[in-house]
């Protein structure tokens, strides 16, 4: 579904990615990690245009993504989370997700402001829509509650809804377990896992080894902007590059005091 070939990208002079290449198939939950610096969000940015790549060509289902606005990459079927919270302080929980699925309506602004009895049975239906997808993330009860009230990780979940909102096929989760407690993990893990069920892709990227190792089929891993290591989670962990390069001691010996 997903295919980054020969990737490579600068900021000035420096390069933060160079012949990257990564397929992702049309399902499954996949990972990609990398210590810090090693350019993953970068490749989030690239997926999703928000940034341009130096060099290399990434596809999605037949296109060719290459110069594509984000809003027509959302369009196309690749949504989102990012690494610092986004979400609508002021607005309520139902609301976050209505501005996600007004991204698919089709009405000008005589109809916005002479709504008849069609705008308003689509308003009706939209409202139905976000609470099926606030209830796959378990917030259906929140509903109305402001979104700058949410706990932490009720905020996290919250922004994967309205990323679901857009009714993608593949689904970018940047470090979507940090700041949880481990009782939060555990919840995300599991409306992860029906997620991946249901058919939809996923990316994740995550710190958190056992939250990622949990989840994922296969994982990519990045070192200084190149892939240093491809497999299953096992094969990961018993990668020498990868101990070295990431997991260290947390998965070999405890250091010495």
């Known amino acids: 579904m997903l295919a980054l070939s020969s990737i490579a990208k600068n900021f000035g002079g420096l390069q933060v990615l160079r012949g990257f290449n990564l397929s ?23 997926i999703t245009g928000l940034l341009a790549p130096s060099a ?13 606005a984000p809003h027509r990459i959302t369009r196309a079927g690749i949504a989102r989370t990012f690494q610092n919270i986004r979400v609508f302080k002021e607005m309520t929980v139902m609301e976050n997700v209505l501005v996600a699925l007004g991204e698919r309506r089709h009405y000008g602004a005589r109809q916005i402001f002479f709504p008849g009895r069609q705008i308003r049975m689509l308003e009706q239906r939209e409202r139905e829509q976000a609470r099926e997808v606030l209830a796959r993330v378990g917030l259906a009860a929140k509903s109305d509650s402001l979104a700058g009230q949410l706990s932490y990780g009720e905020q996290r979940r919250l922004e994967i809804a309205r990323a679901l909102a857009t009714e993608p096929k593949l689904l970018l989760l940047d470090e979507p ?77 405890p250091a010495a005091s």
Not at 27 to 45: C, D, E, H, Q
Not at 56 to 68: H, K, M, P, Q, V
Not at 196 to 216: K, N, P, Q
Request: hydrophobic share 45%; charged share 20%; proline share 3%.
């Open 24 to 46: 992702v198939p049309a399902r499954g939950i996949f990972g990609l990690i990398g210590p810090n610096g090693a350019g993953k969000t970068t490749v989030f940015n690239l």
């Open 56 to 68: 290399g060509t990434i596809e999605f289902a037949g296109y060719r993504l290459n110069g594509w």
């Open 177 to 253: 377990a940090a700041g949880m407690n481990s009782a939060e993990k555990q919840q995300l893990m599991g409306e992860v896992v029906k997620l991946g069920e249901a058919g939809l892709g996923i990316m994740i990227i995550e710190h958190d080894m056992r939250f990622v190792m949990g989840l994922c089929e296969r994982i990519t891993v990045l070192n200084f902007g190149e892939v240093i290591a491809e497999g299953t989670p096992d094969e990961i962990r018993a990668n020498d590059a990868v101990v070295e390069a990431y997991l260290g001691q947390d998965e070999t010996e």
